[in-house]
């Protein structure tokens, strides 16, 4: 059981360390938007997160989402709904659809998709790149020294416009080396969007120029078993 006390005191918490974060960097607080990652999460554990003010969430499946967002969405519909997770081309349709940003574009055959889907729904999620920083091979994203020719390809072969970029870094390294890469090639680009820092290290993504950062743990606690 979640306890809704303990999650609007740890949602409190979050915030109120962002904005010291944020501060603490010359930084403006309302720069940095707080993604609260409930997956696993049943919806009457995120009820209590939406009634303190929280309007953005992330989710790692489709499937899991599809089940739980629609009825939520439905009384409050001013929530922005962000997939953080892998995604399979064969899902794009649904997630286009569902999601309001889709964090995890990292291959042609998903820009394909995903462009063929918002050209039919007429449906335009903000896309983000993964970067894969550690280059760790079990993990999805863009290898850094790529991500230069597949912007390119985005743009030029299947007409997206991309927004940002998103990393996971390896869990054993420093994460600000990472995120400083991260950084730079936005930089490069132009990219408005860093999505970088979880619960154990988004004071550092903040550092870095995180404009959001995805906190589960922090705010829901230890995740939930798959049912």
Same mark, same amino acid.
């Given at each position: 059981?979640?306890?809704?006390?303990?999650?609007?005191?740890?949602?409190?918490?979050?915030? =109120?360390?962002?904005?010291?974060?944020?501060?603490?960097?010359?930084?403006?607080?309302?720069?940095?938007?707080?993604?609260?990652?409930?997956?696993?999460?049943?919806?009457?554990?995120?009820?209590? $997160?939406?009634?303190?003010?929280?309007?953005?969430?992330?989710?790692?499946?489709?499937?899991?989402?599809?089940?739980?967002?629609? $009825?939520?969405?439905?009384?409050?519909? =001013?929530?922005?709904?962000?997939?953080?997770?892998?995604?399979?081309?064969?899902?794009?349709?649904?997630? +286009?659809?569902?999601?309001? +940003?889709?964090?995890?574009?990292? !291959?042609?055959?998903?820009?394909?998709?995903?462009?063929?889907?918002?050209?039919?729904?007429? !449906?335009?999620?903000?896309?983000? +790149?993964?970067?894969?920083?550690?280059?760790?091979?079990?993990?999805?994203?863009?290898?850094?020294?790529?991500? =230069?020719?597949?912007?390119?390809? @985005?743009?030029?072969?299947?007409?997206?416009?991309?927004?940002?970029?998103? @990393?996971?870094?390896?869990?054993?390294?420093?994460?600000?080396?990472?995120?400083?890469?991260?950084?730079?090639?936005?930089?490069?680009?132009?990219?408005?969007?860093?999505?970088?820092?979880?619960?154990? =290290?988004?004071?550092?993504?903040?550092?870095?120029?995180?404009?959001?950062?995805?906190?589960?743990?922090?705010?829901?606690?230890?995740?939930?078993?798959?049912?």
């Amino acid at each position: 059981m979640i306890d809704p006390q303990t999650v609007t005191s740890n949602l409190a918490e979050v915030r =109120d360390e962002i904005a010291r974060a944020a501060r603490d960097n010359e930084r403006d607080p309302a720069d940095v938007a707080l993604i609260a990652v409930s997956k696993t999460i049943p919806a009457e554990g995120i009820v209590p $997160a939406i009634a303190a003010g929280q309007r953005r969430f992330g989710e790692n499946y489709v499937q899991e989402a599809r089940a739980k967002w629609p $009825a939520l969405r439905a009384q409050h519909p =001013d929530v922005e709904l962000h997939l953080i997770g892998p995604l399979q081309s064969n899902k794009a349709r649904e997630a +286009v659809e569902l999601f309001d +940003v889709i964090h995890t574009l990292d !291959r042609p055959s998903l820009a394909a998709a995903l462009a063929k889907e918002i050209a039919r729904a007429s !449906r335009h999620p903000t896309l983000l +790149v993964q970067v894969n920083t550690g280059e760790e091979p079990q993990k999805g994203g863009v290898a850094p020294g790529a991500v =230069d020719a597949f912007l390119a390809d @985005c743009a030029g072969t299947h007409g997206l416009m991309v927004s940002g970029l998103m @990393c996971i870094p390896p869990p054993e390294d420093p994460p600000s080396a990472h995120f400083g890469l991260l950084a730079a090639i936005a930089r490069r680009h132009a990219l408005p969007i860093l999505s970088m820092g979880m619960s154990a =290290d988004y004071p550092a993504a903040i550092q870095a120029g995180a404009t959001h950062v995805r906190v589960g743990s922090a705010i829901f606690g230890a995740r939930q078993p798959k049912a």
